[in-house]
């Protein structure tokens, strides 16, 4: 009896260690395969590298001539924090500035128009480019647009000595220096515009000669901008005056 006991007792305490020492082993097992797939291109050494991307806080944007604008690049991924760099380019030889033409991510740069307005509306393309890897950029467009006047009435009748009223509208003009209005025809006399100069939206008075014409007469009146249009005023045989868009 009491060696079948001690035979019993020695038997469960072998297939306890045995249990021990395998536990160990597996857990050695783990470790060695972690270390392993780590160091063989597994695990976080095998990740790689994020990609840098820029984006803007806007990519289309109207600027009148001599007025600003900000951008703002925004770069992922940038682990040496480096930034973009900025640069204008046009079809026109002015395309205007910007400055900084060097930020850091989420700083603004400020763009700046052509002083003078263009003949026509001008595209500039503003481009963020990353300082780390310069294969990585981003376009903003910019419409500096021209400026552009318009008149009303655009066609009127007015009897000779009379009066008629004119307005002039101008667009797309930073400065508001308005208009300047002149007459001019074939004759001696072509009546009188006063005030000779408006803001835009203010009328100006056209006077029409005091004497009626022998003939046909062709009288211009023009509202001098940047940009400029100009309207005939005629007098017929029988005194009154016609007024028509000439765009």
């Given at each position: 009896m009491h060696i079948r006991s001690?035979?019993?007792?020695?038997?469960?305490?072998?297939?306890?260690?045995?249990?021990?020492?395998?536990?160990?082993?597996?857990?050695?097992v783990g470790?060695?395969?972690?270390?392993?797939?780590?160091g063989c291109g597994g695990g976080l050494a095998s990740t790689s590298p994020r990609r840098i991307s820029v984006s803007l806080s806007q990519t289309a944007a109207t600027v009148l001539a001599g007025s600003t604008a900000q951008f703002t690049a925004t770069v992922l991924n940038d682990s040496a924090s480096k930034g973009v760099n900025w640069t204008v380019s046009c079809s026109a030889t002015a395309c205007g500035t910007v400055s900084?033409?060097?930020?850091p991510s989420g700083t603004a740069t400020t763009y700046t128009a052509?002083?003078?307005?263009?003949?026509?509306?001008l595209k500039v393309t503003l481009t963020a480019t990353s300082a780390a890897d310069t294969t990585k950029s981003v376009p903003a467009t910019i419409t500096?647009?021209?400026?552009t006047t318009s008149i009303t009435p655009t066609s009127a009748t007015v009897q000779a000595g009379t009066t008629a009223q004119f307005t002039s509208t101008v667009t797309n003009d930073s400065t508001n220096k308005g208009v300047t209005w002149t007459v001019s025809c074939s004759a001696a006399s072509c009546g009188t515009v006063?005030?000779?100069?408006?803001?835009?939206?203010?009328?100006?008075t056209y006077t029409a000669p005091a004497m009626p014409p022998a003939s046909g007469l062709n009288v211009m009146t023009c509202p001098l901008a940047p940009r400029t249009r100009s309207y005939d005023i005629?007098?017929?045989?029988?005194?009154?005056?016609?007024?028509?868009?000439?765009?």
């Open positions: 001690y035979i019993s007792a020695a038997g469960i305490a072998f297939v306890a260690l045995f249990a021990v020492v395998m536990s160990r082993f597996a857990l050695l470790l060695f395969a972690l270390v392993f797939s780590t900084p033409t060097a930020t052509p002083a003078m307005p263009p003949a026509s509306d500096v647009p021209a400026i006063s005030p000779s100069s408006t803001s835009s939206g203010t009328a100006t005629k007098i017929s045989e029988r005194s009154p005056f016609s007024a028509s868009s000439r765009e």
